[in-house]
């Protein structure tokens, strides 16, 4: 099982190399690597228990939408680095909380920007109704271009 160890160390893409190395030389290599891939869960295939080694990344990764305080390590037994790393993941929180404000000011003030362009669009719309199609026509002679000058 050293060679297995060894071969996790590299991850995943070692796996999908040495599995598609294995279709290539010799068919039945490759197929049997694919069966004990599915059959250890290392390529996380199962649906319900653990997907190998990888199990714990894939589990951080939905974690990382939430609050961090809510996931806290073991201490490590190291006080200082334990110290280190609680300062850091509150830094990081409020660093988080700090750009979704950001990012919500950023959406209000483009949404604003967009109604003030809509409604500027339909008061011109509105003043153009409005307004007569042509200038306005005096009652004088000069004007009239039906009669004849006597």
């Keep these: ?69 809510k996931f806290r390590m073991a201490p490590s037994g190291n006080s200082a680095f334990d110290e280190y790393r609680e300062e850091t993941l509150k830094r990081l929180e409020r660093e988080h909380e700090e750009f979704r404000d950001f990012l919500q000011q950023l959406r209000h003030a483009r949404d604003k920007a967009e109604f003030d362009q809509f409604m500027a669009d339909r008061r011109k719309k509105d003043d153009a109704e409005d307004a007569p199609d042509g200038p306005p026509r005096s009652g004088g002679e000069a004007d009239r271009g039906d009669q004849p000058a006597a």
């Excluded at 040495?18 to 891939?37: D, K, Q, T």
């Excluded at 997907?51 to 589990?59: D, I, T, V």
């Design 1 to 69: 099982m050293e060679l297995v160890s060894r071969i996790d160390d590299y991850g995943k893409p070692a796996w999908i190399i040495l599995m598609i190395l294995g279709f290539v030389v010799f068919w039945p290599v490759g197929l049997a690597l694919l069966f004990y891939l599915i059959w250890s869960g290392r390529m996380g295939c199962r649906k319900h228990g653990p997907a190998g080694r990888w199990h714990f990344e894939e589990k951080a990764r939905q974690f990382a939408g939430r609050n961090f305080s």
